[in-house]
């Protein structure tokens, strides 16, 4: 097994490893996801991928990462895609020049409820965007709920910045969820701004104005509930 990193968690202080996970542990992510989707109180928060679509990432040039505890039991997950060309690629959703074959999607995370605090997503989010680079992509895209401060503090202290919300997954019986798509430039280090605006968390129609009209989310404060816009 290829450990990416390995350290001690920061509430049990028990050690953990990341890992780079094969085809074989799809039906354990799976598991994973399905054990925290059923405790989330807003379930459109996170939309499940079946262990099928997942499969279809990993051997279409995504990757698995897992963390395990000191039993090797699953506590976190995340994969990433490399959509190409394809519909599924986020780029679409952004009004930026981006070459679609550069693109690797931040797809689904999650993190075993008795293990939350420990920063894994952030962790496992290091090991994915190091992955990224290294394998010469330049572009990580991922989707995360305007209500989700959770994932959506962690993604953008990751540098990912929101560059549009939209409706996104629908299916025949549902029109859709609320995304922020965010997008971090790996050859960006830092954007240039003229303009600032903090914008409270809960205002979407103004969001969706700000975004309209050229800015983008730069920040998230977690304390005062508001997000941080520039241009
Ligand atoms: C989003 C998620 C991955 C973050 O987990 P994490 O890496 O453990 O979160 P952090 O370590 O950054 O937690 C920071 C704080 O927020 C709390 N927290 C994290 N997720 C929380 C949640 N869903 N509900 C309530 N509190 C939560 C932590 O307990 C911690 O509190 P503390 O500082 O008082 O100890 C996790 O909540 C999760 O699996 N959610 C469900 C799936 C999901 O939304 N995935 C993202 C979209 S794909």
Redesign the pocket.
Same mark, same amino acid.
């Given at each position: 097994m290829n450990v990416l990193h390995a350290g001690r968690l920061v509430k049990t202080k028990e050690d953990y490893k990341v890992v780079q996970l094969g085809l074989d542990y799809v039906e354990e992510v799976v598991e994973l996801q399905e054990r %925290?989707h059923k405790d989330?109180v807003h379930k459109s928060?996170?939309v499940r991928d079946s262990a099928d679509e997942i499969e279809a990432m990993l051997k279409n040039g995504g990757a698995l990462f897992g963390v395990l505890n000191k039993n090797n039991e699953m506590i976190a997950s995340r994969y990433i895609s490399t959509p190409g060309d394809s519909e599924h690629n986020l780029a679409h959703d952004v009004n930026l020049p981006i070459d679609l074959d550069q693109v690797v999607v931040l797809e689904?995370? +999650? +993190?075993h409820p008795d293990?939350? $605090?420990?920063?894994?997503? $952030?962790i496992t989010l290091d090991v994915a965007m190091k992955h990224a680079e290294n394998k010469g992509f330049r572009h990580l895209f991922c989707t %995360?709920s305007p209500q989700?401060i959770?994932?959506l503090y962690?993604i953008m202290s990751g540098g990912l910045k929101i560059r549009s919300l939209k409706k996104k997954y629908a299916t025949t019986d549902r029109d859709g969820v609320w995304r922020f798509i965010l997008h971090k430039d790996i050859l960006i280090q830092d954007m240039s701004w003229l303009k600032r605006l903090e914008i409270s968390f809960d205002d979407l129609d103004l969001q969706k104005i700000l975004i309209n009209k050229g800015f983008y989310g730069d920040a998230v404060s977690r304390r005062a509930n508001t997000i941080v816009y520039a241009r």
């Open positions: %925290v989330m928060w996170f689904s995370t +999650v +993190v293990y939350r $605090g420990n920063r894994l997503q $952030g %995360v989700n959770y994932s962690n």
